[in-house]
C-alpha cells in the first residue's frame, strides 16, 4: 500500500544516505526507490530460478550483441504493479516520479531497432512467463551521444556506468575463463579419442553481471546476463603496463556503433567470441546441475543467434560438445543442430559478416579447425544432393578466403527466420535461394513484435486514459482487445477525446523542442516524424527533397495556402558514416534557412533533435502525426518504429516495404498512404540495369529544381556536402531510387495534407491505426518463437506469493 511504501522508503533514504527526504537529491532519491524495487523482486527473481531448475524447464537463450533498454525504473514500476503506489506515496512526499526517471541514464548498448528488438522480448518473454533469458555485452560506454556542431554530428561518449547501475548485479561466482589465440593441435588421449592441446594462449575472465528482467504482473523474473572482461588473478603478472592491461579492458569497452553494417575488426571478432564462449560455458555448468546426460541438452536448452555476430554459437557449443563433453563428431552435430535458431535482419550486402580466414585462425584456432570441418562436412554431404556444383561454392562457409558467418549460421541451425512476411519471402526466394532450395523446412517467418507496455502504456498515458474509459482496461494485458476502438470510429465524442490526448502529447513535445532546440513550434501543425538510424536506404534523402519543394513551392508563391507542418528528425549516423553525416548537415543547414524565413510565416518548421535515443521516442511517437516509412522497397527487413506510430495514432506514409505491408493488411488500402515502386519493381530495374537517374532530373522541372537548391546556394554552408548528395543522384545514379519515387511520395504527401484539413476523417483514421496495432504485440511474436522455434513452454504454477 501507500502507507507502506512511503514508511519503506524512508527507512531506506536514511539507511543508504542518512537523510530525511528534503535534503535529498534526485539522484539519491532515484538510487533508494531503484534499491527498495531491486529488494523487492530480487525473491520472485529466486523464485522463478528455483522453479524453472525444479520443473527442469526447457530454457530459450538469446544471444545478442546488442539490446536497447533505455530506462528501467518505469517499466519495472509498471510490471511489478508498483507504479500507481509509488507515484501517490511519492507525491505525498512532495516528489514527482518524473523528476526521479530524469537523473536514470539510458541503457543504450544498441544500435537501432535489431538491439531494441532484442529488449522488446525480454520484457515480452517474461511477461508471457516464458522461461527465456537474454545473453549479451556489458559495455562500458553505450552508444556515442550525439550533438550537432555548425549542423554537424558530434559524437560524444556514453558513459552509462559513471552514476552506477541499481538494476544489476554481479556474479563473481559464475565468473568463467575464455581464451583466445595461441597454437592447437590434436593428441590422441588414453581412450583414443582426439584432445586439442593448447600452447600461449590468452586466457580471459568473463565476469557476468544479471538484470532481473520483470515479468508484467506475474511474479516471473527473468535474467539478461551481460559479460564484462577481467584480467584472471592467475594472468595478472602477465600484463604490467596500463596499455598491456588497457588493450584487454578494450574487449568489452565500447559498443561498435554501425547499424546494419559489418567492420571486420579484430576487437569486433574478439566481442562476438567473448560473449557466445561465457554464455555456452554457463549454459552448460547449468544444464550439468541438472544431472541429464549431456546428449538429451536440446531437450532442456535452445539457443537463438540474433543475426550473425553470435554465429560463433555453433562452433562453440560444437567445441565444447567435442572435447569438454566428450561427444563424437556426429553426437555433437545432432544436439547443436537442434538447440541452434537463427534469425536473419537484413539482406543489405554491407551488413553481411565475412571474417578473413587469418583473423579468425589467429584469433581462434580451434574454433577455425571446428568450422573447417562443418564446411567440409557440409560440402560433402551436399554434393550428394545436388547435381549443379555451383550451388556449392555459394552455399560453403569457407570461401574466397572467407568465413561467411551467414553460411555458418544457416547450416547449423534447425530454424532460419525472417521479421517480416516480405523479408522472409526475400530470403526463401532471392538471398538464401540455395539454401532454402537445401533445407526448405527449416525456413520461416517471425513478424517483428514491439513491447506495448512501454510504447502505449507507459509512454502515452493521455491515449491510455482514453482507451481505459472507451473500451475498458483489458487492452492492457490483452492489446489484441485495442480492437474494439474500432466500434467508435463514428463516435464524435470519443474521436475528440482521442484527438485531445494527441494534442497534449503535441504540447509535450512542442515544450521539449522549444527547451532543447529553441524552435517554436505549434501544436496545430501537422507533427511528421521520421525517427530510425541515418541510412541512405532509408531515405531521409527523399523527405528532405519534398522538405525542400514545399519551401520552394512558399518562396514562389507566398501568400498561397500551405497547411502548417513541422518536419520532425531523430536519427545518429554511424560516425564513419560519411554519406550519412552528409545528410545531417544538409537537414540541419535546411531547417536553419527554413525555420528563420519570414517568408515561411512558421507554416514550415524543420526540427532535428539532438541524440535520438528509447527516452527521446517515448516523447515523439505519442505526438505523431504522420509516420515516415520511405525505405526503398525491399531494403527495411522490417522496422518497428512504424508499429509504434502506428499504436499511437499517427498515419504512415509508406513504401511497401518491411512490415509496412503488414501494417497496410491490418488497417487497409484507405488507412494508409502508399506510394512508390514496389520490391518486384526494384529488382526489374537490377536485372534490366534501365534505371536512369539523370532522366527525372531532364524531364522532371521540380526534381531539377529541388537537386538544383542542393548545388545553387539556396540553402547555405552545404558547399561540399550538397554536391556529394547531388553527385550520388546523378552522378551515380541514385542508388536508392529517390528520384523515381519522388513524384509518387509528392502525391501522397499532398493526400496526406488534404486528409488532416478534414478532422473527422483523419481522427477516424488515426483511430483504425490504434485498434489495429494489436496484432504487433511482441508477446505473440515471442509466443510464435516459443512454439515454433524454441519449444518452450511457460511456467505453470507462477503466481504463488511469497512473503
Ligand atoms: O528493419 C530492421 C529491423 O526491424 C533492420 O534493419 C534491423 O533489425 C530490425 C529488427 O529486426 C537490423 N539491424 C541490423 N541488421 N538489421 C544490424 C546489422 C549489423 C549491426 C547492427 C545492426
Not at 584 to 590: A, R, V
Not at 768 to 795: H, L, M
Amino acid at each position: 500500500t501507500k502507507e507502506q511504501f512511503i514508511t519503506q522508503f524512508k527507512k531506506r533514504l536514511s539507511e543508504k544516505y542518512a537523510m530525511g527526504v528534503e535534503d535529498a537529491s534526485p539522484t539519491e532519491l532515484y538510487n533508494t526507490l531503484g534499491s527498495l524495487m531491486h529488494s523487492a523482486y530480487s525473491s520472485d527473481r529466486h523464485h522463478t530460478w528455483r522453479q524453472y531448475l525444479l520443473n527442469k524447464q526447457k530454457q530459450a537463450y538469446y544471444f545478442s550483441i546488442e539490446f536497447l533498454p533505455g530506462k528501467l525504473m518505469a517499466s519495472n514500476l509498471l510490471n511489478m504493479d508498483w507504479l500507481e503506489t509509488v507515484e501517490e506515496g511519492l507525491a505525498e512526499l512532495g516528489i514527482d516520479l518524473a523528476d526521479l526517471t530524469e537523473v536514470e541514464q539510458d541503457m543504450a548498448l544498441g544500435n537501432g531497432g535489431l538491439g531494441r528488438l532484442a529488449s522488446c522480448f525480454m520484457d515480452s518473454i517474461a511477461s508471457c512467463g516464458l522461461p527465456g533469458n537474454g545473453n549479451g555485452i556489458r559495455y562500458e560506454y553505450g552508444l556515442f551521444k550525439q550533438k550537432f556542431i555548425d549542423g554537424h554530428q558530434v559524437e560524444l561518449p556514453d558513459d552509462w556506468l559513471s552514476t552506477g547501475n541499481v538494476w544489476e548485479v554481479r556474479k563473481d561466482s559464475k565468473a568463467v575463463d575464455v581464451c583466445f589465440y595461441g597454437q592447437v593441435h590434436l593428441e590422441e588421449d588414453a581412450n583414443g579419442k582426439l584432445k586439442p592441446v593448447y600452447k600461449n594462449q590468452q586466457v580471459l575472465r568473463a565476469v557476468p553481471y544479471d538484470t532481473g528482467m520483470i515479468g508484467y504482473k506475474n511474479n516471473i523474473v527473468n535474467n539478461m546476463r551481460l559479460w564484462s572482461v577481467e584480467i584472471p588473478n592467475s594472468e595478472e603478472s602477465k600484463y604490467r603496463s596500463l596499455e598491456e592491461r588497457r588493450t584487454i579492458e578494450d574487449l568489452t569497452a565500447v559498443l561498435y556503433p554501425d547499424d546494419s553494417n559489418a567492420k571486420g575488426q579484430m576487437t569486433r571478432l574478439a566481442q562476438e567470441y567473448f560473449f557466445v564462449s561465457a554464455g555456452i560455458q554457463s549454459i552448460v555448468r547449468y544444464y550439468h546441475t541438472l544431472k541429464e546426460p549431456i546428449h538429451r541438452i536440446h531437450e532442456y536448452v535452445a539457443i537463438h543467434i540474433n543475426d550473425t555476430h553470435p554465429a560463433l554459437c555453433i562452433p562453440e557449443f560444437m567445441r565444447i560438445m567435442l572435447d569438454e563433453e566428450g561427444m563424437s563428431w556426429e553426437e555433437a552435430w545432432a544436439v547443436t543442430l537442434k538447440v541452434m535458431s537463427y534469425t536473419n535482419h537484413t539482406i543489405m550486402a554491407e551488413a553481411m559478416e565475412k571474417w578473413p580466414i587469418d583473423m579468425l585462425k589467429q584469433l581462434l584456432p580451434r574454433i577455425y579447425q571446428i568450422i573447417e570441418e562443418i564446411d567440409r562436412r557440409f560440402v560433402e554431404e551436399t554434393e550428394l544432393k545436388v547435381h549443379d556444383r555451383s550451388i556449392i561454392d555459394r552455399t560453403r562457409i569457407i570461401n574466397h578466403n572467407q568465413v561467411h558467418m551467414a553460411h555458418l549460421a544457416i547450416i547449423g541451425s534447425h530454424s532460419i527466420n525472417g521479421v517480416a512476411k516480405l523479408h522472409s519471402e526475400l530470403l526463401k526466394t532471392v538471398v538464401l535461394h540455395d539454401f532454402y532450395s537445401l533445407y526448405p523446412a527449416r525456413f520461416n517467418n517471425k513478424t517483428n513484435g514491439i513491447a506495448e507496455r512501454r510504447w502505449l502504456q507507459l509512454a502515452n498515458r493521455p491515449l491510455s486514459s482514453v482507451l481505459d474509459k472507451t473500451i475498458g482496461t483489458s487492452w492492457r494485458d490483452n492489446p489484441e482487445d485495442l480492437q474494439q476502438l474500432l466500434n467508435y470510429q463514428d463516435d464524435q465524442k470519443v474521436l475528440n477525446a482521442l484527438a485531445a490526448a494527441k494534442r497534449q502529447n503535441k504540447e509535450n513535445l512542442a515544450a521539449l523542442i522549444k527547451k532543447t532546440q529553441d524552435i517554436t513550434v505549434s501544436p496545430d501543425a501537422i507533427f511528421d516524424v521520421q525517427i530510425k538510424r541515418l541510412h541512405a536506404y532509408k531515405r531521409q534523402l527523399l523527405n528532405l527533397m519534398h522538405i525542400i519543394k514545399c519551401y520552394q513551392d512558399i518562396k514562389n508563391n507566398p501568400d498561397s495556402e500551405f497547411y502548417p507542418r513541422v518536419f520532425i528528425f531523430g536519427a545518429k549516423a554511424a560516425p564513419s558514416y560519411a554519406y550519412a553525416k552528409t545528410i545531417i548537415k544538409c537537414i540541419n543547414e535546411t531547417a536553419n534557412l527554413v525555420n528563420n524565413d519570414p517568408d515561411v510565416k512558421d507554416r514550415l518548421k524543420i526540427v532535428f533533435l539532438e541524440n535520438y535515443n528509447v527516452s527521446l521516442a517515448e516523447v515523439i511517437i505519442p505526438a505523431a502525426d504522420v509516420s515516415e516509412q520511405i525505405s526503398l522497397a525491399s531494403k527495411e527487413a522490417s522496422g518497428t518504429s512504424n508499429m509504434k506510430l502506428m499504436l499511437n495514432g499517427a498515419v504512415t506514409i509508406a513504401t511497401l516495404d518491411g512490415a509496412n505491408i503488414e501494417i497496410r493488411d491490418a488497417v487497409g488500402e484507405e488507412n494508409i498512404n502508399i506510394f512508390g515502386i514496389t520490391e518486384q519493381e526494384v529488382y526489374d530495374y537490377y536485372e534490366s540495369n534501365t534505371y536512369s537517374a539523370v532522366s527525372y532530373f531532364e524531364k522532371d522541372p521540380v526534381i531539377r529544381r529541388v537537386l538544383e537548391a542542393f548545388i545553387d546556394g539556396t540553402i547555405p554552408n552545404i558547399q561540399s556536402e550538397g554536391r556529394e548528395v547531388f553527385d550520388s543522384l546523378i552522378r551515380y545514379n541514385d542508388e536508392f531510387f529517390v528520384l523515381r519515387d519522388f513524384e509518387s511520395y509528392v502525391k501522397a504527401q499532398e493526400k496526406i495534407t488534404e486528409c488532416y484539413k478534414d478532422k473527422r476523417k483523419w481522427q477516424k483514421i488515426s483511430l483504425i491505426n490504434i485498434a489495429n496495432a494489436g496484432v504487433f504485440s511482441a508477446d505473440e511474436t515471442v509466443k510464435r518463437y516459443a512454439d515454433d522455434i524454441w519449444q518452450i513452454e511457460p511456467v505453470t504454477e507462477y503466481s504463488s506469493k511469497k512473503g
